[in-house]
């Protein structure tokens, strides 16, 4: 694996600033509260946004290993790719934590998505919100890139939404790597099954629907 491959970087530093930009705007508002859960929605779907219109032509702006496996179920995107692509995100997604921990050391979660309500139901939401993510994608691409002016914006916009209205519940996480950074770095992994479990089970059962849609 070349991690100067194009596509390879396009993966790493997505993923990176994805996860960098939204866990600091949640380890921000953990420790003085100034950006409100609103402003971690809103930066959650901006960042996203931006690295799709960034990276989408180049590596196909995944940034998330349920949405590469997704890809892959759905025979647009090679399988042998798959296990570097996921290893990429989870580094970008644990470096990224690294660097807020180093420039928010007060904080004490730097992100790291926490359900409120119990892990069943906690599951179930972020099956769904990863299904509802995944739709939007695959009916919005072809091949592993995305298309359209719209494309970024739209994919977003479900990111900030979902964000929104799922946030205080899970956190709405719907990646497993970027998950799976703030849990490793600050050493909250009680949950961290679902989180890694879920999503692909959301992003496979939107696969199916859109086969035949």
Known sequence: ??????????EFFG?????????AAM??????GSISHAGVAITWGLIVMAMIYAFGEISGAHFNPAVTVGFALAGRFAW??????????????ILASLTVRYLLPESEYIGATIPSIDHTRAFVLECLLTFILMLVIMQIATGSKEIGSVAGLAVGGVILLE????????????????SLGPALVSGHTQPLWLYLTAPFVGASLAVLLAKRI
């Open 80 to 93: 042998k790719k798959v296990p570097a692509y996921a290893f990429i995100q989870t580094i970008a997604a």
């Open 27 to 32: 380890a921000v508002n953990e420790v003085n």
């Open 15 to 23: 993923t990176y600033a994805m996860v960098f930009c939204g866990t």
């Open 1 to 10: 694996m070349n991690i100067t491959k194009p596509a390879f970087f396009g």
């Open 163 to 178: 964000a929104m209205f799922a946030g205080p519940l899970t956190h709405a996480s719907m990646n497993p790597a970027r």
